[in-house]
């Protein structure tokens, strides 16, 4: 990796050094997509493959959603634990290192005694690699890119999640119907292994990258610290983690369980559930990179937008809140796909929107930490909501009885998040009271 000590670089001020530069950030977000749609990928396969899983190892929908919440149990701590090594180790490092952890992980599931025992550790070892992938990410991301050309990149990597999704449900499905559940994981791991040889080659710090701390103070930009108790308790981070868990909770409850809705109570086939699966993840990257797009274009005008982040991004939140509720209700198959795909998406805008606040609020030598912090909240859904949803449907008196109030409680936890973002979600207000300015931005063209 070519990398070598983390410290920022001089931007350059020519014409031809500004374009190797932008080439250089747009490179570095191609290769994070791509990180991200195999982590998503990752996700994915317990959802596609719930019932053979379920079939094969006698498991019911308590303990399947047991052993997807398993992928939770250290996926907060370890999100945490490595945001902190972002003061002293090269993103690069440590986004390898994740890369082929998670890979790893995947692999003893080839194996024909691997029973429930074997799914449990090894998610808990996957969500361990996994949970630092997106703070660390943006993380790094951020440091080729200015604050005010952040928006766009974030949600082409935030499209990840999305792509993850509508890339891998199609091919999976095919994989668990012609080579069985097993291989599914087999194959995402040896994707991953891939990504790594080639993050291996081609990976690299931006020149906004912050230079690595010592044993001695962290030299942040302009020696700017906030301390950590006023980052994390202003309004715009408390705001932002509260709206990033409510949609991780929908978004991982979908990831588990949709697969299992479509076809208990709506009457779908493995294949056409797998097929909305695609179109919900395909309409969740449209709202990302259609939201990415809007920000970009009123920053390459210099003028304020019209809504503020969190005015925004809170009524966008009520209205997928709206749309969950409706989703909930309706009984026509249609009805429900057209809202997966298109009103209920909405929510994922509040993903990127929590990260480049976050972002703003936070000196860039601190900022992998509060992305970290960030992640550890909202992962705790991670561990949640396919628990809860599992549970709820076993105790109720039927399986669409105990999916309607589970999602139902996903309205109500997007709704109060858009009500709060609206309100508290305040990041210029917050940047100017903690004291932190505006990055610089990198010399990228905008056009």
Aim: glycine content about 12%; aromatic content about 8%.
């Amino acid at each position: 990796m070519s990398a070598g000590t983390g410290a920022a670089t001089t931007l350059p001020a020519d014409t031809e050094g500004a374009e190797r530069l932008r080439k250089g950030a747009w490179g570095t977000t191609w290769l994070l997509l791509t990180f991200m749609l195999v982590n998503f990928a990752d996700k994915t396969v317990m959802g596609l493959a719930a019932d053979p899983i379920r079939e094969e190892l006698g498991l019911t929908r308590g303990e399947f959603g047991t052993a997807q919440a398993a992928f939770f149990a250290l996926f907060s701590l370890a999100a945490l634990g490595v945001s902190f090594l972002t003061r002293r180790v090269r993103t690069t490092v440590l986004l390898l290192g994740m890369a082929l952890l998670w890979s790893a992980a995947q692999l003893p599931m080839l194996l024909g005694a691997a029973g429930f025992g074997t799914l449990l550790a090894t998610r808990v070892l996957l969500g361990a690699a996994e949970g630092p992938a997106v703070p660390v990410a943006v993380h790094h991301l951020h440091g080729w890119f200015g604050q005010r050309e952040r928006t766009l990149p974030t949600a082409v990597l935030m499209v990840g999640a999305a792509g993850g999704v509508a890339v891998s449900a199609p091919l999976l499905t095919v994989v668990i119907d012609v080579w069985g559940w097993r291989w599914a994981f087999g194959s995402v791991g040896l994707v991953g292994l891939v990504w790594a040889m080639w993050w291996y080659a081609r990976g690299e710090e931006g020149p906004l990258a912050p230079p690595l701390a010592r044993r001695s103070a962290a030299r942040d930009e302009g020696a700017t610290s906030v301390p950590y108790r006023r980052l994390l308790l202003s309004g715009t981070w408390l705001t932002a983690a509260f709206g990033a868990f409510a949609a991780y909770w929908l978004l991982s409850a979908g990831l588990t369980w949709a697969p299992d809705y479509l076809h208990a109570v709506s009457g779908l086939s493995l294949k056409q559930s797998g097929a909305v699966v695609t179109a919900t993840a395909v309409g969740n990257a449209v709202v990302l990179l259609t939201h990415g797009l809007l920000a970009r274009r009123a920053s390459s005008r210099r003028t304020a937008p019209r809504l503020s982040a969190g005015l925004g991004g809170g009524l966008v939140m009520c209205v997928a809140a709206a749309s969950i509720a409706t989703f909930a209700e309706v009984d026509a198959v249609g009805v429900k796909i057209a809202l997966m795909v298109g009103p209920m998406a909405l929510t994922n805008v509040i993903l990127t929107v929590s990260q480049t606040a976050v972002a703003r609020i936070t000196p860039a030598g601190q900022r992998g930490v509060a992305l970290g912090a960030l992640a550890f909240v909202y992962a705790l859904a991670g561990v949640l909501s396919p628990l809860v949803t599992g549970r709820m449907v076993d105790a109720a008196v039927s399986v669409p009885v105990g999916y309607h109030s589970a999602y139902l409680l996903m309205a109500g936890l997007v709704a109060v998040a858009g009500v709060l973002a609206v309100c508290f979600l305040r990041p210029e207000k917050d940047a100017l009271r903690l004291n932190v300015p505006e990055a610089p931005a990198a010399g990228l063209p905008v056009h």
